[in-house]
């Protein structure tokens, strides 16, 4: 019989969601039952009764529309009930023997788990013990990071690392954190903390251990990190307060704010002179809010202090905070562990940021989403990020020199751990593969088969083998075909009579076969998206880099890089100026009735808002990676401290291109006799299906002897597609193709100018 269980963890029907819960039920609308339930003040355990008393406008709807009568009503006859059932996360319940005798117990519903019926204070009313295990992937990241520094340590013949020993006054560290950099770095690497990290500029490990215990809705709808920032930067009338005398070692590290739980009982031990048991038990009243023993706590914490000196009103004044606080207090134990991982990877980011973006890599290496955030975050740090590579690359992301991080095998998709480790054993024991046909003679395509060749292909991992991926993947079944007879040959023992290797396994480069023109960079780039979850070695974006100017007020970066003076057009709701910026969609973001997106020109971002009408006459464009050109009015947000862009219109990049070309131009190259014809031809196929269009096309020639510039005839005027911009760089090179824009200036050769 079980002596291990998990604890109940009940889910009550607090004020906003039984208003929601009940509104459903009724059948009314969301964005209606929303609206109301938003109208409930930000405050800790706040009753329906207790909001229409503090909210006149929840006050007045109340009274004034029998609808919302009703709502109001329904929920207050089931406010408080327990909602649902669940389970703590990591909570663990030990009885000294079999649980039944102490606790009645249920297995939750399609599992094996063991579950109390009892919650955790019922548990601990009936003499149970109940620990929390929280299980961090911050710490394998750690580990991994500390690994791979101390074997490049071992190689310089430098001391290990000893991650427990760090110094934590490291000005680099604290300058990571006051940059808000702190992408990876553990529980600051969200939006929000990110602003607190940017508001409160911490300068010393306590600041870090506040940092993770104010980034929570008590202290944030409370008025207490506001507080708290001010009185750490000096912002505030006068010295700070610490209520008593007595009491300014204990609130010093806080700035004279009660953060912490065990500041009340700290409070409580130096003031009114609680033992550390009667001030937890008080801790714990507070926690619990229960009338009759917060009475009872008052008396005895009033005649404590006043025994002690402290005159009787301030010490019921110091109580009435004390209790106030202690309803947002944080375990300062658990706030400060949090801060040691957070300083510790922040400290590691500063220091060896490759081995630690490697680390953090590897962990999120089956989640793409994140996958393409640390990136982004490497491109910031000017780290590089290599290709995948059979001759390089193991399952997990590697360091490569001081700058350099290596793709891991393992974040392919569709390249498996057994299809990797025979990669690796292979290579390891034989040494770098030579061809794709020696790569496919060596491995068991049963293990490696041709789903996997094709993935490792896309995503540019055969690269380094000195042949494109459109003629690898050409080539690919006639290698597999060669590796599938070197199996046979193996199997049934074929060899030659002195025991020296077949002509199969001798032969390394494979056949000679004919190099075909590498893929668009579209589909080279597209293979990568679908096979990393990201584009490596390019961007879409990239192709129109040239010309973006074109189309944009300015590029993001520009636009964004200052805040608009107070007073300014540029901020508040109505405020703000025309702007057209261009770029991909990196983010799609939906909260309840309201869309925003993130648009990245590779410069910086910008959050992009849609209202209903605009969102609907675009929604086919809004989508995650959408190359797009959008005008709207650009204003500063003073609640976010950031730019942001209200969309009026959304267009195609590729569309807007094609609208505004006036003008292909093309550097011919020189070409002798059948040659010249065979270009001519081609370039005839290549225009014709593009017809007709509003662009003309220009030929610039420059011979040995002469050089002129021509413009193609009527019929032949085309549209400035991707796709033929694409083709005709196939026919006379990436560099040998412009775009021009605008109205003609003079002959085609003016374009190369």
Not at 660 to 686: E, H, K, M, Y
């Amino acid at each position: 019989m079980p002596v291990l269980s998990v604890p109940l963890l009940p889910k009550a029907l607090a004020a906003k969601a039984v208003l929601r819960d009940a509104g459903r039920v009724l059948g009314l609308g969301y964005g209606y039952v929303d609206r109301i339930a938003k109208l409930v003040p930000f405050e800790l355990d706040i009753t329906l009764d207790a909001a229409l008393e503090k909210e006149p406008e929840l006050k007045k709807l109340y009274k004034d529309e029998e609808e919302v009568r009703n709502l109001i009503d329904l929920a207050r006859s089931l406010e408080g009930l327990t909602r649902n059932a669940g389970k703590h996360a990591g909570g663990v319940v030990i009885a000294p023997s079999v649980l039944e005798d102490f606790a009645p117990l249920y297995c939750e519903e399609g599992g094996g788990s063991v579950v109390t019926q009892f919650d955790k204070d019922d548990v601990e009313a009936a003499g149970l013990v109940k620990f929390d295990f929280l299980g961090l992937r911050t710490l394998t990241i750690i580990e991994h990071a500390v690994r791979t520094i101390n074997v490049a340590r071992s190689a310089a013949g430098e001391a290990a690392l000893d991650i427990s020993e760090l110094p934590m006054d490291d000005v680099a560290s604290y300058q990571l954190l006051k940059g808000c950099e702190t992408t990876a770095v553990f529980q600051l690497e969200s939006r929000g903390m990110k602003d607190l990290v940017r508001r409160l500029q911490p300068d010393r490990f306590e600041d870090i251990v506040a940092l993770v215990a104010l980034f929570r809705p008590g202290p944030l709808q409370s008025g207490m990190v506001d507080d708290f920032i001010a009185r750490k930067h000096g912002r505030i009338d006068g010295p700070i307060d610490y209520l008593h005398p007595s009491l300014e070692n204990v609130l010093k590290p806080t700035y004279g704010v009660i953060l912490y739980q065990e500041q009340v009982m700290q409070i409580a031990q130096v003031l009114a002179g609680y033992s550390l048991g009667g001030a937890d038990l008080l801790r714990r009243a507070m926690g619990k809010k229960k009338p009759e023993e917060m009475a009872k706590q008052r008396t005895g914490f009033v005649a404590g202090a006043v025994a002690r000196g402290v005159n009787e009103p301030q010490a019921a004044h110091i109580f009435d905070l004390m209790e106030k606080f202690a309803g947002y207090g944080f375990n300062k134990s658990h706030s400060a562990a949090y801060a040691l991982l957070s300083y510790q990877t922040a400290w590691l980011k500063a220091h060896y940021p490759a081995a630690f973006m490697a680390a953090v890599l590897s962990a999120d290496m089956d989640h793409t989403d994140k996958v393409v955030t640390i990136k982004d975050e490497c491109d910031r740090m000017g780290l590089a990020v290599s290709p995948p590579d059979v001759n390089s690359s193991a399952y997990e992301f590697v360091v490569v020199g001081l700058r350099e991080v290596r793709y891991g095998l393992g974040a392919i998709r569709g390249v498996g751990r057994a299809a990797v480790e025979a990669i690796t054993a292979e290579r390891e024991a034989r040494g770098a593969f030579r061809s794709l046909e020696d790569f496919c003679r060596r491995l068991d395509l049963n293990r490696v088969n041709r789903r996997v060749l094709e993935a490792l292909i896309r995503s540019g991992s055969f690269d380094s083998l000195g042949v494109n991926r459109a003629t690898l993947m050409a080539r690919l079944g006639a290698a597999m075909q060669l590796g599938e007879q070197a199996t046979r040959a193996v199997a049934t023992g074929q060899n030659d009579l002195f025991g020296l290797s077949t002509p199969a396994e001798s032969e390394t480069a494979g056949p000679a076969g004919v190099l075909l023109p590498e893929w668009s960079e579209t589909q080279r780039l597209a293979g990568e998206r679908e096979t990393l979850g990201l584009y490596l070695t390019g961007h879409p974006l990239s192709r129109y880099e040239r010309d973006l100017n074109r189309f944009v007020t300015g590029r993001i970066a520009d636009l964004i890089s200052d805040r608009p003076m107070q007073g300014s057009p540029e901020r508040g709701f109505f405020g703000g100026r025309q702007a057209s910026v261009a770029g991909y969609i990196h983010e799609v973001r939906k909260r309840a009735n309201r869309t925003s997106i993130v648009l990245d020109d590779r410069t910086g971002r910008m959050e992009v808002t849609f209202f209903e009408e605009v969102l609907q006459r675009h929604r086919e464009l809004i989508v995650k990676d959408a190359l797009v050109l959008i005008e709207g009015q650009l204003r500063f947000d003073e609640q976010g401290d950031t730019w942001r862009l209200a969309a009026k219109r959304v267009t195609e990049l590729n569309r807007a291109r094609e609208q505004q070309a006036q003008r292909i131009v093309l550097l011919w190259p020189r070409a002798q006799g059948a040659d010249q014809s065979l270009l001519l031809q081609r370039l005839a196929d290549t225009l014709a299906p593009i017809r007709p269009g509003p662009c003309a096309v220009g030929v610039r020639y420059s011979g040995a002897q002469a050089s002129a510039a021509l413009e193609l005839g009527a019929e032949w005027r085309v549209r400035a597609s991707l796709e033929l911009i694409e083709a005709l760089e196939q026919l006379v090179g990436s560099h040998g193709v412009r775009v021009v824009y605008g109205p003609p200036t003079g002959t085609a050769s003016s374009a190369y100018g």
